[in-house]
C-alpha cells in the first residue's frame, strides 16, 4: 500500500469513519462520528451486531473489536489523526570499517509540515539483499521531538567491514501510529586496511610494496606515493598512484621515481564503491646507480589445482653473473642476503625466510603449496663473489572457490514457505580440505540460496544468504502450490562461488544441469535419498565434452558422480532404481540438427545431414560404460530438442545420428559384452541387452541352455527398454558355458548366444 499525503489520507480516513457510521446507526458530522444516544443509558452504545475495530496504519490495534454490550462509548468527537509521512532522501554521510552514518530530513507527523512531538524513528538495516522490510520489524527504536524538515542522523555500530547493507528509517507518532515505507540506502562499509605492508623491493626508479589480505577482505588496493609527504614537508611535489585490478593482489611497483630520493607511501584498500582505506605511511629512499643489476620482468603464475607457482623472469646481463637466491616465505619478506656469505637450497635466513634456490637461472618453480595462504618470494641477482643486487618481490594466494554443496533436500513449511537443507561444505573445489574448523572466510564466508520458476535455462534470484556454519535457509513461496526450484551456492571471501551447483525443487526433485542450461539429470524425490556413497553426500556435476563432437555426435555430456567432501570419484556409482531422468539438449540450424556445446559455435554435421523434422527417426542416445558407448535409443522432444532416457547410471551420454525403425527393435551391437565372468568384481559381471521400443510394448527375456532347457528369466536392466542377466539361475552361478538368450515383443523373436567363464 502506498502511503497517502496528509489531505488525502484524511479524505481516505473520512471515507471509513462515513462507512462505520452509516452500518452502526451513526452520522457524520462536521468530519466527527455521532455515536445516538441509547434512552436506557442516556450515552451512546455500540450495537451487539456492528462491532468495528480501529488500528493504526500499520495494523497495530488501537481499540479492540466489541460485539456485544459491554462496553459503552461516550456520544463525542473521534479525531482523526493522519499518518506520518516517509523519510525521503536517505544517505550515508559518513563511514568507516565498522560504522554507516545515516542522514535524512524529517517529515511532517501530519504527512505534509506538521512538527513532532513525542514520537519515535524505527530504523531497520541488513546486509542480506533479500531481506523484507517493514515498518514493523526494526533493530531500533528512537524517541524523537523535531520540526519537519530538520536533519537528522544516526551512526550505526558494530559492523562488518566491506559489507554492503540496506537500511530504511521510519517516522511514528506518539501512539505508534507509523510511515508505511521509506527511502533505502544501500552502501558499503569500508575495507579493513591491507595487513603487514612491508617495503619489498628498492630500485633506483621504482618500489614495490608488499601486504597480506586482510580477513575481510577487500575489491582492490590502491598506492599513493609522494616526494613531499603529500605536502607536509614541502609545498607541492609529485604525487605517483597505482592500483591492482581486484581484491586477490597483494603486491604494486610505483614506477618512474627519482634516484637518490625519500619517497612516503600510502597504501590502502578498497570497497566496491570505491572508498580509500589508507594504512600507516611509510617511507624509503630510492637507490642510486651501479652494484649488482637485479632482475626484471619477473612474473608468477598460479596453478591452484596443482598447488603450484612458476616463478620466470629476465637473467641481469653483467660480467660475473652466478644466477639468481630465490628466498620464500609465508610471510613478507624483510631479509636481505649478506654480501659476502652462501645461501645454499634449504638454508633459513634469520627472518624466517626459507632459501630455494642458490643459482636459479630465468626460471623457478614450488609445488605442494597450500592453498589460500600468501606465499611471498624475494629474488636477488648474485656475483660470483657473493655480492647481492636488491631484491625483487612477489606475492601469490593459491585459492580455489569451495566445493559446491550435496545432499540437498526441501520441506514443505506451509503453503507459501519451504525449508532449504544441504550438507556442510569442509572442501576446496578440488576436494583438499578446509584448513581450519569452523572454515575461515577465505575458505568459506557464506552460502547464497537462489530461487528460480524452471529449471530449463533458469533466470536465478537471490532469495537469501546464511552464514558458513548454517545447513538450512528458510524461503518464501511467492505462490501456493506452484513448483519453484532452489540452488545453494557456497561462497568464500576470495574467489568467490565456482559457478556450478546441484538444484532442488518444491517436489523433492534434484537435479544437475549442464552449461547449455537445459541438458540435465533428474533424481526423482523417492529416491533422492540413495545419493550416499559410504554414508557421504554423493555430488553429481554435469558438464559438457566439446571435444566429442564431430561425425556422428552431435552432443555429449558427462554426468560424474563424486562423494564428498573428499571428492572421491565413483565410476561405478548407480541409483536403486531406473527412475533417473537424463535428457540432452540437441541444436538446429538451418532446419538441420548439428553438433554443439555451450559457448561453442555450432559444427556442421559431416555427411548426409539429418533433418529437424526426422529427428524422432534420426536421433539416438548413447551412454558411456567404460569401454565403449552402448546404444540406449531414448525418446526425441522435437519441441524441446532433447533426446530423454531413464537410466540408474550417471556417467557419459552422448546424442547421436543413427537410423531408428518405427517398431520394436534389437541387434547384437546392443549387448554391453558376450562374456560373462559372475565372480563379484564388478567387471562382466552381467550382460545388458538394450532396445528400441518406441510404441512402448510389452516384452520378455529369457536364458536357455545348449539343450534348449530353461534356465532363468531376465530382469529388468540399468535403463529404460533393457533386460538384464547375472549368470545365475534360482540365485546361484550357473555352470560355465554357452547360453542362448532369447527375447519377445511385438510378435517378433530374438536368439542370440552369450558365454559364461568361471
Not at 535 to 564: H, I, M, N, Y
Request: glycine share 12%; hydrophobic share 40%; net charge negative.
Amino acid at each position: 500500500m502506498k502511503s497517502l499525503p496528509g489531505k488525502a489520507l484524511l479524505s481516505a480516513l473520512l471515507g471509513v469513519f462515513c462507512a462505520l457510521s452509516a452500518s452502526a446507526g451513526g452520522k457524520l458530522d462536521g468530519g466527527t462520528l455521532a455515536i445516538p444516544r441509547s434512552a436506557a443509558t442516556g450515552g451512546g452504545t455500540l450495537l451487539a451486531s456492528a462491532g468495528f475495530g480501529l488500528a493504526n496504519a500499520v495494523g497495530e490495534t488501537s481499540v479492540s473489536t466489541f460485539s456485544g454490550g459491554g462496553f459503552r462509548l461516550q456520544t463525542g468527537l473521534v479525531p482523526l489523526v493522519p499518518q506520518p509521512g516517509s523519510v525521503t532522501a536517505l544517505a550515508v554521510v559518513t563511514k568507516s570499517t565498522g560504522t554507516l552514518e545515516l542522514s535524512w530530513t524529517a517529515p511532517g507527523i501530519d504527512g505534509l509540515l506538521g512538527d513532532v512531538v513525542a514520537g519515535v524513528w524505527r530504523v531497520d538495516y541488513s546486509s542480506e539483499p533479500a531481506h523484507a522490510f517493514d515498518p514493523t520489524v526494526f533493530k531500533l527504536e528512537i524517541p524523537t521531538a523535531c520540526a519537519a524538515g530538520s536533519p537528522q542522523g544516526l551512526v550505526l555500530t558494530g559492523l562488518e567491514a566491506n559489507t554492503t547493507y540496506f537500511a530504511r528509517v521510519y517516522l511514528g507518532d506518539v501512539r505508534k501510529a507509523l510511515a508505511e515505507t521509506s527511502d533505502q540506502e544501500d552502501s558499503s562499509t569500508w575495507a579493513d586496511t591491507p595487513a603487514s605492508p612491508v617495503l619489498s623491493a628498492v630500485y633506483a626508479t621504482s618500489i614495490t610494496i608488499t601486504w597480506a589480505l586482510p580477513a575481510s577482505g577487500a575489491e582492490g588496493y590502491r598506492l599513493h606515493a609522494s616526494s613531499t609527504d603529500f605536502g607536509a614537508a614541502l609545498p607541492g611535489g609529485t604525487l605517483y598512484s597505482t592500483s591492482t585490478p581486484g581484491g586477490t593482489a597483494v603486491t604494486l611497483t610505483v614506477r618512474n621515481l627519482v634516484p637518490a630520493t625519500t619517497y612516503y607511501f600510502r597504501l590502502g584498500s578498497l570497497n566496491w564503491q570505491d572508498d580509500f582505506n589508507f594504512t600507516t605511511l611509510l617511507a624509503t629512499r630510492t637507490r642510486g646507480s651501479g652494484g649488482v643489476m637485479p632482475v626484471s620482468n619477473l612474473v608468477a603464475s598460479a596453478d591452484p589445482w596443482a598447488h603450484r607457482v612458476a616463478l620466470t623472469w629476465d637473467d641481469p646481463v653483467f660480467a660475473d653473473f652466478a644466477g639468481v637466491l630465490v628466498l620464500m616465505s609465508t610471510n613478507p619478506i624483510t631479509d636481505a642476503p649478506a654480501d659476502g656469505a652462501g645461501y645454499p637450497a634449504g638454508a633459513v635466513l634469520a627472518g624466517g625466510a626459507l632459501s630455494r634456490s642458490s643459482a636459479a637461472f630465468s626460471a623457478h618453480a614450488e609445488g605442494g603449496l597450500a592453498l589460500d595462504a600468501t606465499q611471498y618470494f624475494q629474488l636477488f641477482a648474485r656475483s660470483n663473489g657473493e655480492t647481492y643486487s636488491v631484491g625483487v618481490g612477489t606475492a601469490v594466494v593459491l585459492d580455489l572457490p569451495p566445493l559446491t554443496a550435496a545432499g540437498l533436500g526441501l520441506e514443505l513449511l506451509g503453503p507459501v514457505s519451504a525449508r532449504v537443507r544441504w550438507s556442510p561444505v569442509l572442501s576446496s573445489d578440488d576436494g583438499s580440505s578446509f584448513r581450519s574448523a569452523p572454515p575461515d572466510g577465505w575458505e568459506l564466508l557464506r552460502y547464497d540460496v537462489y530461487r528460480a520458476t524452471g529449471i530449463v535455462r533458469a533466470g536465478w534470484t537471490l532469495v537469501g544468504s546464511t552464514n558458513a556454519a548454517a545447513e538450512h535457509l528458510d524461503v518464501a513461496l511467492p505462490l501456493a502450490d506452484t513448483p519453484y526450484f532452489f540452488k545453494v551456492v557456497p561462497v568464500d571471501g576470495y574467489s568467490g562461488p565456482n559457478g556450478y551447483a546441484m538444484a532442488v525443487d518444491t517436489r523433492g526433485d534434484l537435479y544437475a544441469v549442464a552449461p547449455d542450461g537445459v541438458s540435465r539429470l533428474r533424481v526423482p524425490a523417492d529416491i533422492a535419498a540413495s545419493l550416499v556413497a559410504g554414508g557421504k553426500p554423493v555430488l553429481v556435476r554435469a558438464d559438457e565434452q566439446p571435444g566429442d563432437l564431430g561425425g556422428r555426435v552431435v552432443k555429449s555430456v558427462r554426468f560424474d558422480a563424486f562423494t564428498t567432501p573428499a571428492k572421491t570419484s565413483l565410476p561405478n556409482f548407480r541409483l536403486p532404481e531406473t527412475r533417473t531422468e537424463v535428457s540432452l539438449r540437441y541444436e538446429v540450424a538451418g532446419g538441420v540438427v548439428v553438433p554443439s556445446a555451450a559457448g561453442a559455435l555450432a559444427l556442421p554435421t559431416p555427411g548426409p545431414a539429418v533433418s529437424a523434422q526426422d529427428a524422432t527417426s534420426r536421433l539416438g542416445a548413447y551412454w558411456d560404460d567404460g569401454r565403449d558407448f552402448v546404444k540406449l535409443y531414448g525418446s526425441v522432444d522435437p519441441a524441446e530438442q532433447t533426446v530423454r532416457v531413464l537410466s540408474s547410471m550417471p556417467g557419459g551420454y552422448q546424442v547421436r545420428t543413427i537410423v531408428r525403425d518405427a517398431a520394436f527393435s534389437f541387434d547384437v551391437s546392443n549387448i554391453t559384452n558376450k562374456a560373462l565372468t559372475p565372480n563379484g568384481d564388478g567387471l562382466n559381471d552381467t550382460v545388458v541387452f538394450v532396445f528400441d521400443n518406441p510404441r512402448d510394448s510389452g516384452y520378455e527375456g529369457k536364458v536357455f541352455d545348449m539343450r534348449g532347457a530353461f534356465v532363468s528369466e531376465m530382469r529388468s536392466g540399468p535403463v529404460a527398454n533393457s533386460l538384464l542377466w547375472d549368470g545365475r539361475a534360482g540365485g546361484r552361478v550357473v555352470d560355465g558355458g554357452v547360453y542362448v538368450y532369447q527375447i519377445r515383443a511385438e510378435g517378433k523373436v530374438f536368439n542370440g548366444t552369450v558365454v559364461v567363464i568361471r
